[in-house]
């Protein structure tokens, strides 16, 4: 059987006015040796009971997932549920607990109706800081490869 490893994902909602959702956000990792299942992220890593996706908040989490070898991308979405439920996602980064490795996922976009609430990322070529989640609201360059891309 494959190993299971633990994952640790560290969600940054941007500081833009309206960044935050309280709608319910989801995650697909996808690797180079396969695809997780739809993660929903709605139990923080510490277990403690509070509002998530606020506007400027990192919000960490854990699960685990058969290996799924280099990150290579991810699918982000959330189901539109609330008033005001478009989210400004900064950027994800997801850690394998044993390995250490790293993979950060820029966004730097809104998720709302028009790209169906979702995005597709690409893994960053940058190496993630330690602590990489407390950068600002930057576009990202035409040429950044991370671009979200509508996906349906």
């Not at 403690?48 to 058969?66: T, V």
């Not at 008033?83 to 400004?88: C, K, R």
């Amino acid at each position: 059987p494959p190993q299971v490893v633990q994952y640790r994902v560290k969600v940054m909602t941007g500081r833009k006015r309206g960044a935050g959702t309280d709608a319910n956000v989801f995650m697909t990792l996808v690797g180079s040796t396969g695809v997780s299942s739809e993660i929903p992220l709605d139990k923080p890593r510490d277990g403690k009971k509070r509002n998530l996706f606020e506007r400027g908040q990192l919000d960490e989490f854990a699960f685990d997932s058969p290996d799924l070898g280099q990150l290579e991308s991810m699918q982000i979405r959330h189901d539109g549920k609330g008033i005001g439920s478009d989210w400004y996602l900064q950027e994800v980064e997801v850690v394998a607990e044993k390995s250490g490795k790293r993979a950060l996922f820029k966004c730097d976009a809104w998720l709302n109706k028009a790209c169906k609430n979702q995005a597709a990322l690409l893994a960053s070529t940058e190496t993630p800081r330690r602590n990489s989640t407390a950068s600002t609201d930057r576009r990202p360059s035409a040429s950044s490869a991370a671009r979200p891309a509508a996906v349906g």
